[in-house]
């Protein structure tokens, strides 16, 4: 049985509003498990609690009530965050400095050196492949490259459990798949990941479960699968198909008193249109 990653437990968090006597109550009597080697997506739109709760879970703010641990070390305790890797939504890296030497910059803060550090980056760097850009200024470099760079440094210390906020925000499709695939690589690897984001299409290709917040607290939670699918319908995909074939299933449906409700061809999503269509020959 798989150990307990995070732990959040009955997590409310106020805050008060300046000059009078009210509150704003961000997040409310939220609790969830994550088991170690899934990738977790809590959903929900902009001012649903989701970016709160990380900053609770990191020991950036504390809460109001309730308590938060990381593989059963409480979030407030320093020592608990040595397993975790963080990339917040809007990074910022200092523009003069080359990947390499932003990724040496926080692989010293994790007491890394020598030869071991020169390891690591080069591991990193291909692992999100920026090779080629290594030497270059990240102040030119794209969104996507930026969000890959903030992926990387999130990783230097080879932590155990990765908080992604908003992980493709401002990311162009084909820097969105690049970064959804190395979410899928570290769930290979073994890691925890836990992810917010607001674009649903996003998390069905990535998340083994899911909670969807709305105004502070949790209204669905489950597995992708359980929660995407229709319970009384059946989808068959079939290649080849002559053109009586679904007059022939209608017939068959109608005689064992079920009901054909479409035929239609197989669709791609806009996005994956959008990929083939741009994809550089190798």
Do not use: W
């Not at 890797?85 to 990074?91: A, D, I, R, S, T």
């Not at 390499?100 to 291909?126: H, N, P, V, W």
């Not at 969104?143 to 908003?166: T, Y």
């Amino acid at each position: 049985m798989s150990a307990v990653a995070v732990s959040i437990s009955g997590l409310t968090k106020h805050y008060p509003v300046p000059m009078r006597r009210q509150r704003v109550v961000a997040v409310n009597d939220l609790s969830l498990e994550i088991q170690e080697g899934e990738v977790y997506g809590l959903l929900g739109p902009n001012g649903s609690g989701k970016s709160t709760t990380l900053k609770v879970l990191l020991g950036l703010a504390s809460p109001t009530r309730g308590k938060t641990t990381i593989f059963g070390v409480d979030s407030r305790d320093y020592r608990s965050h040595r397993s975790v890797g963080f990339l917040p939504e809007n990074p910022y890296f200092y523009k003069f400095l080359t990947a390499d030497e932003t990724l040496r910059f926080y692989g010293k803060l994790c007491a890394l050196r020598g030869g071991q550090l020169d390891a690591r980056i080069a591991e990193l760097l291909s692992l999100v492949g920026l090779e080629e850009a290594r030497h270059r200024r990240v102040g030119g470099y794209s969104k996507g490259m930026l969000q890959r760079v903030g992926l990387a440094q999130a990783l230097v210390q080879d932590p155990r459990l990765i908080v992604l906020d908003e992980p493709t925000a401002g990311v162009d499709p084909a820097g969105s798949h690049q970064i959804r695939d190395l979410i899928l690589e570290l769930k290979k690897r073994g890691k925890t990941i836990l992810l917010t984001s607001h674009l649903l299409g996003e998390a069905q290709e990535v998340c083994d479960r899911v909670g969807i917040m709305s105004r502070g607290s949790m209204v669905r939670e489950g597995s992708l699968a359980e929660l995407i699918s229709i319970e009384d319908q059946t989808e068959y995909i079939i290649q080849n198909a002559p053109v009586d074939f679904a007059e022939r299933i209608a017939a068959l449906a109608d005689a064992s008193g079920a009901k054909l409700l479409e035929a239609r061809k197989a669709r791609l999503t806009l996005e994956r249109v959008f990929l083939n269509a741009t994809r550089q020959p190798k």
